[in-house]
């Protein structure tokens, strides 16, 4: 045997000491998750292995099955984890334990709220359940050797998480990764068989690997026996699965306390065989928002795991929810070249998305206060759907939830189909608006004359509501149009009468729009009469074919380059200042720009020159001042 080297000592990273003090300051409670943090880490060592050696048949050297096994010592206080894995090396024992070379350590240390049934789930979400060693153990003693390294390659780690680690270059016949926890007196219940093999039934019971632990019974003594099921969830038939295993077998996939709001088990039979089981959560994760974080769907191969980043088994604006596919047909060396380029993939994922909407179109009609409170969570995350699925976009859009100028609250409440049901016969467009924010939105200019005229209008303050309403276009033939863009279809606002006494107005104010723009230059496409004003003196409208200002600023802050595409700038001739103005008023340049700017500010575009509008606008109070006007 070739004898260890001599062991180098080495200080923690600093994230890593303040995770460990805070994770226990935090679980105290709740120190039984170490054993399910350790069996998944396992577990996942396992899987890794059978994956690596579809293409490298060597690494898992005839030795022993995949698995893992638990034992105590009572006399010595330890307990003992020992998978039959992939292993590491020694690099990889540093930067996998020794540092922390993860952006989401920080976002845990962040997350954990003192609540320990919380944040014990946080650990599973966030990477870092080694550390839960720690939460019983005065001494961690880790084994381990990666499959492709030989016998004398093995790494002996040991720590007792107060700041420093040593590590070792030892021995060990077998590949895989043996962690031996030192009990502290306090915790020795957890050197106890029933203990353990409670804990195990209670978290980890659905893996599907055997979890072994030694017999009890005095005629198998030193003999192995199995502690869990082993059997895949998803593979036995809905009737034999009680809710109360879906729920653990979800929060094994999610680390989510609370029950998923829809379960969803389904077995395909046919040409293409296979198992799906999705879980759609209560509440967002909290890696919701991170496109490039995805691990919501495990796919298997006749229940042999293959990957847990198989995004293309389905689309982004559905990457909250969890859970697995086992398909019979597929090939076991499955590569993510093959799963982009594949028939039955794509059929896969075609069913899996119908079904999810399906339930979601259910949910919608038959719970809807339930439903209310899934689009709280992800709706924004739904609409990406609308601009990403142009197959599924008809249900989409009966799924889109909005705020209108039918209600005074900011919650998205109004669904197109409602709109459509209330649309006076006359209307011939769904009206929306867009904006920054909710009260950016329901306080806009462009909203007097529909006001004005009991007309419903969207109030769409999302950042994706931009890219929604120009991918969906139009809703049962009505077309979607913006308020704040291109001309107005006055049939819908007035009435003959009011056509003709706007275009008298047009034609009374030619000269003073024309002076205007004259004044604005550059700043404007034109200046022209609204027929949308009733309450202000201005606004600034799109031109039909440009960008709106709300998609020109989005995409500014998204540091990408938009059109230069100048705003048109409406006036109410109806308005006291406008009636006051004329061609020739001695301030109608200051009164121009002014006008201009407030239009601007109106819907929440920076001024380019706040200063000068200051000066102008205090020049003009003063004026009024002395003059008594």
Same mark, same amino acid.
Not at 412 to 419: C, G
């Given at each position: ?39 998944? *880490? ?9 994956? /690596? ?19 105590? *010592?009572? *006399? ?70 990666? &499959? ?22 030892? /021995? ?137 980043? &198989? ?127 909710? *009260? ?63 275009? &008298? ?15 604005? =230059? ?15 003196? /201005? ?9 709106? =200002? ?6 500014? &802050? ?52 706040? /200063? ?18």
């Amino acid at each position: 045997m070739t004898q260890t080297t001599t062991a180098q000592t080495h200080s923690f990273q600093t994230e890593v000491k303040q995770l460990l003090q805070l994770m226990i300051h935090s679980l105290y409670s709740n120190k039984e998750v170490f054993l399910r943090e350790l069996i998944s *880490n396992g577990s996942d060592a396992c899987d890794r292995l059978r994956f /690596a050696a579809l293409m490298d048949a060597s690494l898992m050297e005839d030795g022993a099955s995949l698995g893992l096994k638990i034992s105590f *010592n009572k *006399n010595e206080n330890t307990v003992t984890i020992t998978d039959t894995g992939i292993g590491m090396t020694t690099d990889e024992v540093i930067e996998n334990i020794g540092t922390i070379a993860r952006s989401g350590t920080r976002q845990f240390l962040d997350a954990l709220s003192g609540d320990a049934a919380n944040d014990a789930n946080l650990i599973g979400q966030f990477g870092v359940g080694f550390y839960s060693a720690f939460l019983v153990a005065e001494k961690v003693e880790l084994t381990t050797r990666h &499959a492709s390294q030989p016998a004398d390659g093995g790494v002996r780690w040991v720590s007792d998480g107060e700041g420093e680690y040593t590590i070792e270059t030892v /021995a060990r016949e077998e590949r895989g990764t043996s962690i031996t926890l030192h009990l502290r007196d306090a915790d020795k219940e957890f050197a106890e068989d029933f203990r353990l093999r409670g804990i195990i039934s209670r978290y980890s019971d659905h893996i599907s690997l055997p979890i072994e632990m030694p017999s009890q019974e005095k005629e198998k003594k030193g003999e192995w026996e199995a502690v869990n099921s082993g059997s895949a969830l998803w593979s036995r038939p809905k009737n034999e699965v009680s809710e109360d295993e879906y729920h653990r077998f979800y929060q094994s996939l999610s680390y989510d306390t609370e029950a998923p709001l829809v379960t969803l088990h389904n077995r395909v039979e046919g040409n293409l065989e296979y198992t799906s089981l999705f879980f759609i959560p209560q509440k967002a994760p909290f890696d919701l928002w991170d496109r490039e974080q995805r691990h919501g769907i495990n796919l298997y191969v006749r229940r042999i795991f293959i990957m847990d980043d &198989a995004k293309y088994l389905m689309p982004s604006y559905l990457r909250f929810v969890r859970g697995v596919v086992d398909a019979a047909d597929l090939p076991l060396n499955v590569s993510r070249e093959f799963l982009q380029n594949n028939k039955d993939i794509d059929r896969i994922r075609s069913a899996s998305v119908k079904k999810i909407l399906s339930e979601l179109s259910r949910l919608a009609a038959k719970e809807p206060e339930s439903y209310a409170n899934f689009w709280n969570e992800f709706g924004k995350v739904l609409k990406e759907g609308i601009v990403e699925d142009h197959d599924n976009r008809t249900v989409l859009a009966d799924l889109m939830r909005f705020n209108s100028t039918r209600s005074e609250e900011a919650e998205q409440t109004e669904s197109l189909a409602d709109y459509f049901k209330r649309m006076p016969i006359k209307q011939k467009a769904i009206y929306y608006i867009t904006a920054d924010s909710h *009260n950016a939105a329901s306080t806009s200019p462009h909203l007097e004359i529909f006001r004005k005229n009991g007309i419903e209008v969207f109030l769409l303050s999302d950042p994706v509501d931009e890219w929604l309403v120009s991918s969906l276009g139009e809703y049962k033939d009505k077309p979607l149009k913006s308020v704040a863009k291109g001309a107005l279809d006055l049939e819908d606002l007035a009435t003959p009468e009011d056509r003709k006494a706007n275009e &008298a107005k047009e034609k009374d104010l030619a000269e003073l729009t024309e002076k205007m723009e004259s004044l604005l =230059g550059k700043h404007v496409k034109s200046v022209r009469v609204s027929q949308r004003l009733t309450d202000s003196p /201005a606004c600034l409208v799109a031109d039909e074919t440009d960008l709106g =200002g709300n998609l020109e600023r989005i995409l500014q &802050a998204m540091g990408q380059s938009a059109p230069d595409a100048k705003p048109i700038m409406e006036i109410n001739p109806d308005h006291p200042l406008i009636r006051q103005l004329s061609p020739e008023h001695s301030q109608l340049e200051d009164w121009t720009r002014v006008l201009f700017d407030q239009a601007a500010l109106s819907e929440g575009a920076p001024l380019p020159e706040p /200063a000068a509008y200051v000066q102008r606008v205090n020049d003009l109070l003063t004026k009024a001042t002395l003059t008594g006007n």
